[in-house]
Every structure is written in C-alpha cells, then in structure tokens.
C-alpha cells in the first residue's frame, strides 16, 4: 500500500491470494476493521495512503462476492426452498452486517472514494483533511448537497478505462446494501442499522448516474440477484434476515428507465418478509422492534412498482400477486389500497381501470384478512366502507359481486347495515348511472343478500333486512316470517319492539300487534324498575292493541300483568286505557260501538287487580329497607296508590286495610307512621 505499483507474485507463492485475477491487490482483513483503517488514515492526513487502502478493501469486497457466488451455485439449486427462496436450514448466514455496524464500514469507504470526485463548486466546501466535514457535507439532503455534482476520477495504474473511484463508492454501497445480514437483537442495534440505510441511500441518490454507473449498477443488481444465501437479495436466505425493500426501491427507481425487466425482477424479489413466512415458534422469538418500520417499507416499494406499471397490464397483475401474498398487515395493506385508488383516480384526468381494479383486489384481502367471528372495529369499518366505494367507482359488476359473496368479506351485520344499504341508496345509484335493469339486478341482490342475513341472525339484522324488502312484497313478507319464527328464542324484547314500531310506521297494525304480543312475552319487569328503558315500549304496545279494537287489548293485558310487575307502570296503562274508546284506529272503527271502557269490567278489571295487588307488594318492600330521608317519597307513593285504590269499588276499604296493616306492623317506625296518620288518618 505504499506505492501505487507493484510486482505480481509467481503462480504457488503464499501472496498470490493477495491478488485477483487481473492482478489487483486485495486486503484480506475483516472488512469493517480495515474500513475503520482507511478512516484512520484519512483523518490523520494520509490521503493518498486511505485511497490505495479503500480501493484494494472495495477489490476484495468484490472478489469475495464472486468466490460466494461460485460457492453457493451449486449448493443452492440443492437447497429446499420456501415460496420466496427462504430457507429454514441455510447453508450460509452472516451474523455481522455491514449495514449497523458500530463502526460504519460502507459509509466510511463510500464517503472516502467519492469526496475526491465531488466537482468543486462555490456553493460547496470540500475538504479531505477531517473526515467530519465530509460527513457534514453528505450526511444531510440540505441545498448544500443537492447542488454537488460528481464526476469519474481514475485511478491510477487501472488497466480497467470503466473502473473509476466514483463506480467502486457505488460498488461498495451496493454489496454492503445488498449484503445477507440477520436482524439485531435490541431496539438501539435495530433502530440504527434502518437509520445508517437510510443515510448512505440518500448520498447514493445525489449522485447522478451516467451509462457507466448504471452499467455498473445493472451488474451488481443481477450478482446480488444470482449470489446465493451470501446476498440479501438472493435464493436460500435465512428467515431471519434483513429485509431489502428500502434497498430494492433505490434500485428499482434507478434502474427502472434503463432496464425495467431487471428492475421488476429485483422489486418482486426483494418484496418477500422472511420473518413472517417462519413457524410460529420463530416468529414469536424473533424480537423485531422496527418491524413496522420494515413493513411501511414493503408497502412503500409496492406502490412504487404498482405506479410504474400502470402502463403494463401483466407487469401489473404480477406485482399484485407479489403484493398479496407477501404483504401480512392488513392496514399496510390496505394503505396500499388506497394509495393505488389514488394513482387510479386522479384529480384531474381520466381515471386507470385496470389500477382501480387493482386497488379493489387489494381491498377484497383486506377485508378478508379482517373477517373474524368477532372483528375489530378498529378502522373496520373504514374498510369496509372503502371497498364499498371502489366498487361503485368500477360499477354494477363489482358491486353485484361483492353482494354475492358477502359471506367471505362481510358480517351479516355489516352486509346488511353498511354494504347493502348504501349500495341501494339513491346517492350510489346516481354515481353509478344504471338503467332499470342494472337497478332491478342490484335489488335483487340486496334482497337475496338482506333475507340471508337476517336468516343467519335475525337479532342484528331483521330489521336492515325488511327495510331492503319493502318495495318486493314476496321479499318482505319472508323477512318478516323469519322475524316471527326467530322470536322466541333468539330475539329480545327491545329488538322486537323496534321492528314492530318500524312495522306500525309502513303501515302495517296487524303486524305490528303480533310482534308486540311476541315481545311483551320476552319482557320482565321487576315492582322496582320504575325507570327501564323498556316502558315506553310497553305504553306503545297498550296504546297500539287499545287502538285495534278490545279483543286486542284483552288479549295483550294478561301478557302485561304476567310480566310487569311495576305498580306505577300498570297503573299508567290502566288510566290510558280509559281515556278514550277502543278501536279507533281499527278498519271497521267506525261501525263499532265506541264506548269508554269500565274498571269493573273486563279487560280492565284484571289489570286493575294486578295493579292493586303491585301496589301492596312493592309497600311492603319499601318498608323493609327504608330509612328517614325516604320518608317523604314513601308518603308520595302512597298517595298515587291510593289513586289508584278509589278505581275500585271497594278500593277505599283495601287501602284502609293496607294503612291498618302497615300501622301493626311497622308500628316501631313511629315518625313514618305519624306522618301516615297525619296523611291518611
């Protein structure tokens, strides 16, 4: 390394592994330490002395990468490999990257071998004597460097006229980018090896390439592609590896306009996640802490591709398929998703079918990826609703497609709630522009799809279902059947009463009464649950059997006095009844003899009993566990009992019998029974 020539030892002699075989020194030393001497030499002022150095350890890089590629030729095609060429018994693995290595070895060499073909320039100041202004000068993507310009400097004694310092900077970043290298262990290692990545990819995407440097490039991509399990980006990997998609899509935007076959082969191989394509059992012990980092990579590299291949269908399905079955995140996944929806639609333009296509099929996985027996709602339905909005942007074909398969993407809850509706609704018909037998088809659908549903399960989607059926009366009377037959055993009595309010709604009374009956058999409520939610539904029913006719109304009472047990409530009912006559709102009302109803008489007698018996029960309860500060509510309950007493003919004799009894009874609560006595004598 002391002069720039040399003597060629003779065939046999032990330095004749110093040389290649065009005669070129090499550096047989651990790559990052001689690197970390190069550094040294530089800093210390000995820049001749650190090109000689860098020039011969980027020589042996490269020599090594061939007797590699020699090596694992022959025993890769003998290798059993996974989908993607990973191997889950490798015969090489390098536990020591380039790439994170505390001591930088390809940043270093890079940044020494290229300082000297940076063109001087006003704007920039290049200096060779501290290796720290260097870095400053490559290290950030200020205007500083994205005005440095690079030319080819040869070196000396080359016999090789392509051979400059420029294109071994570029060799070198390319072999260590490119290098096989498990993932280190601890967030700290990790984090920076992504961060040392990312840094040399930006100094390599200043400089700009000529035909030399792309020829060099294209070199280096099919050696990395050819170089066995030695190369991050070749056959017989091991499953822990660092990913490449960083790496391939500097690659891939480098060499796309110059050789795009070669790029797509270098893209669609580098797509593969090694990590997630292992047992469980590796997957769970492999501790990656940038994992999401790596995978928003992955995504990044795949919308690249899909943007450069809109012009070629094939090339397009390829990285689809590529993107399929190697992405595992459903929401990278679905970014990617929308970012091809994006590219497909423009702003301005005409819009890209085949990438909508594209984006749809992307769309279909997510949602598949995402249907559980119990989904998570985090941003489900978001996708859901998207998918929805791609196919309305592809048409009546889409659509119709995603409504016949919806068992395999959707719930019935969404299929019927999110899916069906808001395809059938008057917005997505104008977007999509159908004529009568495009709308007819999709209603059809949504029907078929609704019935299915609320087959499946009626508590969630009975009603959705009915609501898609309204306008086919074949349609509807079957969703309203599977309503009945589901209520017994499988519906409660808050969802009954919603269908049968939304039934009195259409117009349909009748209806509407048999549901109420089928709910108020599925309803309890308790003497003191005086405010459940289910008591205006309660209110209604009365209301609405009242409102039939007596018959309807005798037959609901002994449904309510079986199962309310709330003296307020069936005291409310009983007063309601009385206010006006039965049947008003029945067909043949008007024929009737509509005469108030009376409390000694049936229906309301039973009812009146019930409500007088509640009133006793729900006393004595009170009394057990009152204390003073209730005392002035007890008093206000029993008036309303008492009210309700004097309805009866013989009410004011029950009432006195209850305040005698109480009086016995609880007589040691002598302020509550003064206040009684004072009240009620």
């Not at 390599?204 to 030695?230: F, I, N, S, Y």
Request: proline fraction near 4%.
């Amino acid at each position: 390394m002391n002069s720039e020539t040399y003597c060629l030892p003779r065939a046999g002699s032990s330095c004749s592994n110093a040389f290649n075989s065009q005669g070129q020194a090499l550096w047989h030393e651990h790559i990052p330490t001689a690197c970390a001497r190069v550094d040294a030499l530089r800093s210390h002022g000995y820049s001749k002395e650190a090109m000689r150095l860098a020039v011969a350890v980027v020589r042996t890089m490269k020599e090594n990468q061939l007797q590699q590629r020699k090596q694992f030729a022959s025993i890769t095609s003998k290798t059993v490999l996974g989908r993607t060429g990973v191997s889950h018994t490798p015969v090489y693995c390098n536990h020591e990257g380039y790439i994170g290595h505390a001591l930088d070895p390809v940043g270093s060499i890079f940044e020494t071998l290229s300082e000297v073909c940076i063109i001087p320039e006003d704007t920039v100041s290049v200096t060779t004597e501290s290796s720290v202004s260097v870095q400053a000068n490559f290290g950030s993507t200020s205007s500083l460097n994205a005005s440095q310009k690079y030319q080819h400097v040869s070196i000396p004694t080359s016999r090789d006229r392509t051979e400059s310092y420029l294109t071994l900077a570029l060799e070198a970043a390319l072999i260590g980018l490119g290098q096989q290298r498990l993932m280190p262990s601890g967030l700290y290692a990790q984090d920076k090896a992504c961060k040392q990545e990312e840094k040399l990819i930006v100094k390599l995407q200043e400089v700009e390439l000529d035909c030399t440097l792309v020829e060099v490039m294209r070199r280096q991509a099919k050696l990395l592609l050819e170089g066995g399990p030695a190369s991050g980006l070749g056959l017989g990997i091991h499953v822990e590896s660092v990913p490449m998609h960083t790496f391939a899509k500097y690659l891939f935007t480098s060499l796309l306009p110059h050789d795009s076959e070669l790029a797509y082969t270098v893209g669609l191989r580098a797509m593969r996640l090694p990590i997630l394509e292992g047992s469980g059992d590796t997957v769970m012990n492999a501790r990656w802490f940038t994992l999401g980092h790596i995978e928003t990579q992955q995504c990044e590299l795949a919308s690249t591709m899909l943007s450069a291949a809109k012009g070629d269908i094939p090339c397009l399905q390829t990285v689809l398929e590529s993107a399929q079955c190697n992405i595992h995140s459903s929401t990278h996944l679905f970014k990617l998703a929308q970012d091809a929806f994006k590219m497909a639609t423009p702003v301005e333009g005409p819009r890209h079918l085949p990438l909508v296509n594209v984006a749809f099929e992307l769309g279909l996985q997510v949602v598949r990826m995402t249907l559980t027996p119990t989904p998570s709602p985090w941003r489900r339905r978001e996708m859901v609703r998207w998918l929805v909005t791609c196919a309305t942007d592809i048409g009546v074909k889409a659509l119709v497609s995603i409504m016949h398969n919806w068992y395999t993407l959707f719930t019935p809850t969404e299929a019927t709630g999110m899916v069906a509706t808001t395809i059938m609704s008057h917005t997505t018909m104008l977007q999509v522009n159908v004529n009568y037998v495009q709308q007819e088809e999709l209603a059809n659908c949504a029907r078929n799809l609704a019935l299915q549903c609320a087959a499946k399960e009626p508590q969630s989607c009975a009603l959705a279902a009915l609501t898609l059926c309204e306008k086919d009366p074949v349609a509807f009377e079957t969703a309203y059947q599977i309503v009945v037959d589901a209520a017994a055993n499988v519906m409660d009595s808050s969802q009954l009463f919603n269908i049968a309010r939304y039934m009195e709604h259409r117009g349909y009374p009748g209806r509407a009464y048999k549901l109420a009956v089928l709910a108020m058999k599925n309803l309890t409520l308790a003497y003191n649950q005086d405010s459940h939610p289910a008591i205006n539904d309660i209110h209604w029913a009365c209301a609405l059997s009242h409102s039939l006719g007596k018959s309807e109304l005798t037959n609901i009472i002994p449904l309510v006095v079986k199962n309310v047990q709330c003296a307020t409530v069936l005291s409310d009912i009983l007063r309601r009844c009385t206010m006006t006559a039965p049947g008003m709102a029945s067909p043949d009302g008007k024929r009737r003899s509509l005469k108030l109803l009376s409390y000694d008489k049936s229906p309301l007698r039973q009812l009146l009993d019930a409500a007088i018996s509640a009133y006793i029960n729900t006393t004595h309860s009170r009394l057990t566990h009152i204390s003073p500060r209730h005392y002035g509510d007890f008093i206000d309950f029993l008036s309303k009992a008492r009210e309700t007493f004097l309805l009866a003919h013989d009410g004011h004799i029950q009432f006195a019998q209850l305040i005698e009894h109480m009086k016995l009874i609880y007589k040691g609560k002598k302020k509550l029974m003064y206040l009684i006595k004072e009240r009620f004598g």
